[in-house]
C-alpha cells in the first residue's frame, strides 16, 4: 500500500480526478486530496460537490461524494494547508498527481511558485525526484502552454494530457475518463482494471476480408 497525493485544479474536467481517487482506492492505496482555490469553484459546477471557496468543507462532504468506503481512505486538506504532509520531503507520499491541471497550475510548477497547497506538492515531488504527473485539460495550446509542459518533461515529470482514444470503441463517457484514468495509472506503476488495454487489431476472417487499403 502506498500513498499518493491527488490535486485537482480550476481545468474543465474534474470527472478525471474523481475517477483517479475511486481507481487508488479500489487498488488499495491510500490518497491525500486537495484542490487549488479555482478547483473550489469548478467541482460544484461540474460535479455538484459544495466544498466551500476555500475547500474547508472537503472533508465534510467527502462521504457523500465519495461514498464512505472511499472516503475511509481519503485524508483532504484544505487549499492553503502548508502543514500537509505533502508539502515536506519526508512525507513519503509516493507520487504526486495533478488531475485535472490548469494552464495556470502548470505555469506556477513551472516556475517554481507555490501559492497553494497543490503547487508546493508539484514543487516537493520535483526537488526530491519523485514521480509528478500532470493532466493538463486545455485546448488549443499557446507557444506558452507548449513551453512550459517541456520544461516539466526535461525535469521528468509526465505530462499526461487528457485525451481520451476510441481504438476500443467507447460506448460512454465513463468509458472515455476511464481511458485517460488508466494510463495514469500505468504511468506510476498501479496495477489496475481501469480502461481498455490494447490487444491489436483483431484479423479478419475469410467471411469478412475487412476494406483493401
Known sequence: MSRYFVGMTGASGQIYGERLIRALVAAGHEVDLALSPAACKVLPHELGVQVGKDGSKLGACLAGWLGSEVAAHVRTFGT????????????????????PCSMGTLARVTAGYSSNLVERAA????????????????????????????????????????????????????????????????????????????????QPSAEDPGLEL
Open 123 to 202: 514543487d516537493v515531488a520535483l526537488k526530491e525526484r519523485r514521480t509528478l504527473v500532470l493532466v493538463p485539460r486545455e485546448t488549443p495550446l499557446s507557444e506558452i502552454h507548449l513551453e512550459n509542459m517541456l520544461k516539466l518533461r526535461r525535469m521528468g515529470t509526465v505530462i499526461l494530457p487528457a485525451m481520451p482514444g476510441f481504438y476500443a470503441l467507447p460506448q460512454s463517457i465513463e468509458e472515455l475518463v476511464d481511458h485517460v484514468v488508466g494510463k495514469v495509472l500505468d504511468s506510476i506503476g498501479v496495477e489496475h482494471e481501469v480502461g481498455a488495454h490494447w490487444q491489436g487489431m483483431p
Open 80 to 99: 492553503d494547508a502548508i502543514e500537509a504532509p505533502a508539502s515536506s520531503g519526508t512525507s513519503g507520499i509516493k507520487a504526486v498527481l495533478i488531475c
